[in-house]
């Protein structure tokens, strides 16, 4: 029930509209966002608020003072800035001088591991809404991270490439395909590094760990493909039997690169079912060459 901006005492209008409703002597009370008599019990209606809605997102309606910044879950908390703390309160001289002992004392106590997982935490939550990764991921990746980083492995190394060593395996853990030009983009790094980081902990941390190392195959990487090359269902089921039939017949998928069969047995499926698509466009989205995907063709159609 609406009511004009005109009315200012709410409880007489209720009374008026609702009084065949309720008591005699009632006693109108706002109660969980209802306006309500405590001597029947009769809700009388809902309270209108006739406020223009707040937007808190505006400078003018938030006093950044009050916000509290976002910190590292790692490391000293303790901030100040001139004589002011962390909230732009004003402290005495006699606190300011201790709190500034205690800050000191704190940073000395910090070790290099902890200085080093600052950075590893903020790069991989970056990494992990950039390529859109599940929770569950990025807590394994951390998990072999930090195994890396307490028997020191990150000396000498980059910490990007540590962990990107270690998100490549996590994936390859939970048999979530990825091309590792996109891990190399996003972190930033070359090849040579990757392999350099590869080495150690392919060797020094995965086994301790207990880890099954999962090669990905070219039916998962079809999974990835077709939705990006925006395929539909049907043609994805024609390319992962194309596979099956070719490796029953004889098609080595050892020593091949699972993109690039996925890439071939989507683009003959794609004719297949009419939905076309160019090599080249198949090419870019499995980051293969055309020759390869060339090659790959001949070798499945002369099976199949």
């Given at each position: 029930?609406?009511?004009?901006?005109?009315?200012?005492?709410?409880?007489?209008?209720?009374?008026?509209?609702?009084?065949?409703?309720?008591?005699?002597?009632?006693?109108?009370?706002?109660?969980?966002?209802?306006?309500?008599?405590?001597?029947?019990?009769?809700?009388?209606?809902?309270?209108?608020?006739?406020?223009?809605?707040?937007?808190?997102?505006?400078?003018?309606?938030?006093?950044?003072?009050?916000?509290?910044?976002?910190?590292?879950?790692?490391?000293?908390?303790?901030?100040?800035?001139?004589?002011?703390?962390?909230?732009?309160?004003?402290?005495?001289?006699?606190?300011?001088?201790?709190?500034?002992?205690?800050?000191?004392?704190?940073?000395?106590?910090?070790?290099?591991?902890?200085?080093?997982?600052?950075?590893?935490?903020?790069?991989?939550?970056?990494?992990?809404?950039?390529?859109?990764?599940?929770?569950?991921?990025?807590?394994?990746?951390?998990?072999?991270?930090?195994?890396?980083?307490?028997?020191?492995?990150?000396?000498?190394?980059?910490?990007?490439?540590?962990?990107?060593?270690?998100?490549?395996?996590?994936?390859?853990?939970?048999?979530?395909?990825?091309?590792?030009?996109?891990?190399?983009?996003?972190?930033?790094?070359?090849?040579?590094?990757?392999?350099?980081?590869?080495?150690?902990?392919?060797?020094?941390?995965?086994?301790?760990?207990?880890?099954?190392?999962?090669?990905?195959?070219?039916?998962?990487?079809?999974?990835?493909?077709?939705?990006?090359?925006?395929?539909?269902?049907?043609?994805?089921?024609?390319?992962?039997?194309?596979?099956?039939?070719?490796?029953?017949?004889?098609?080595?998928?050892?020593?091949?690169?699972p993109k690039g069969i996925a890439a071939a047995s989507l683009y003959i499926s794609s004719k297949k079912n009419n939905e076309s698509r160019t090599q080249k466009q198949i090419c870019k989205i499995a980051n293969v060459s055309e020759i390869t995907l060339r090659m790959r063709l001949k070798e499945i159609s002369s099976l199949i």
């Amino acid at each position: 029930m609406a009511y004009s901006k005109r009315f200012k005492n709410y409880d007489d209008v209720f009374i008026k509209e609702r009084k065949e409703n309720c008591c005699t002597v009632p006693n109108i009370i706002s109660s969980n966002g209802y306006n309500v008599c405590t001597n029947c019990g009769t809700t009388q209606s809902k309270i209108i608020s006739y406020k223009p809605k707040m937007q808190p997102f505006l400078k003018t309606d938030v006093n950044p003072n009050n916000i509290e910044p976002v910190r590292s879950p790692i490391g000293p908390r303790t901030i100040f800035k001139g004589n002011l703390d962390g909230k732009g309160n004003y402290l005495s001289p006699k606190a300011l001088m201790h709190y500034k002992r205690l800050s000191k004392i704190n940073r000395g106590l910090v070790n290099g591991l902890e200085r080093n997982l600052w950075i590893a935490i903020a790069k991989l939550n970056q990494i992990k809404t950039q390529l859109n990764l599940p929770s569950y991921i990025a807590e394994d990746t951390f998990r072999i991270y930090i195994s890396a980083a307490k028997k020191k492995l990150t000396l000498g190394r980059t910490i990007d490439g540590i962990l990107c060593v270690s998100l490549y395996f996590a994936l390859k853990f939970y048999r979530k395909p990825i091309i590792i030009e996109e891990l190399l983009a996003a972190f930033q790094i070359s090849k040579k590094k990757f392999v350099y980081c590869y080495k150690v902990v392919v060797n020094n941390i995965i086994p301790n760990l207990n880890l099954s190392s999962h090669n990905f195959t070219p039916q998962e990487y079809i999974n990835k493909f077709y939705d990006e090359l925006d395929l539909s269902v049907n043609c994805r089921n024609i390319a992962i039997k194309v596979v099956e039939d070719s490796k029953r017949k004889g098609l080595i998928i050892s020593g091949r690169d699972p993109k690039g069969i996925a890439a071939a047995s989507l683009y003959i499926s794609s004719k297949k079912n009419n939905e076309s698509r160019t090599q080249k466009q198949i090419c870019k989205i499995a980051n293969v060459s055309e020759i390869t995907l060339r090659m790959r063709l001949k070798e499945i159609s002369s099976l199949i």
